[in-house]
């Protein structure tokens, strides 16, 4: 098991919301990440803080209605103070660890809770354009997969510089 966890996650089955798992494939198949463990699935569940109790680093890649489509934003997760309650502010996040689905912060928390883990976590995410059913990206959020990757690739670089082990791929 690699000290970095990468989950992709949302639905492809409607349309630009399958980002996440979409770009996660493409960070699966990325030389520089070939070290990360990488989760692709539909929704972030309790299971999923299993997983990442043995990671330093915690990378969840997800779409955003709050940034133009395309557009990829990376924001730390606060690992501290979050607690099993707390959400990421979305619609159907977490209320806690009964539920079948959880927000970013609340997993995380819930990883803390039950196994004493609290990694280093980014959500890294991409504006969307459409979110009607139906397969496939559109072309902005498309073409944004590759800067998914390099930021991912950069996350991962400079975690491994602060861990010591050097600058890692870039």
């Known amino acids: 098991m690699s000290d970095v966890l990468v989950v992709g996650y949302g639905n ?11 770009a996660a ?9 070939a070290q990360a463990d990488v989760l692709v699935c539909h929704q972030l569940t309790p299971e999923i803080a299993l997983d990442m109790r043995g990671a330093a680093l915690v990378v969840l890649i997800d779409a955003t209605t709050t940034a133009p489509p395309g557009a990829v934003t990376i924001r730390e ?3 501290a103070g979050a607690t ?3 959400t990421a502010g979305g619609a159907g996040a977490g209320r806690g660890p009964t539920t079948h689905h959880v927000g970013a912060e609340a997993l995380l928390a819930l990883s803390r809770d039950l196994y004493g883990a609290a990694p ?5 995410s991409v504006g969307v354009a459409d979110l009607d059913p139906g397969e496939g990206l559109t072309s902005a959020v498309e073409a944004a997969l590759p800067a998914v990757a390099d930021a991912v690739a950069r996350l991962v670089a400079a975690h491994r510089a602060r861990a010591g ?4 791929p870039a």
Do not use: M, Q
Not at 12 to 22: E, F, K, N, Y
Not at 25 to 30: K, R, S, Y
């Open 120 to 124: 280093a976590a980014f959500v890294v």
């Open 84 to 86: 099993a309650g707390t």
């Open 25 to 33: 494939h493409v960070v699966a198949a990325d030389p520089r990440l």
């Open 77 to 79: 997760l606060g690992g």
């Open 12 to 22: 492809t089955l409607r349309s630009d919301d399958g980002v996440g798992p979409l």
């Open 165 to 168: 082990g050097g600058p890692g």
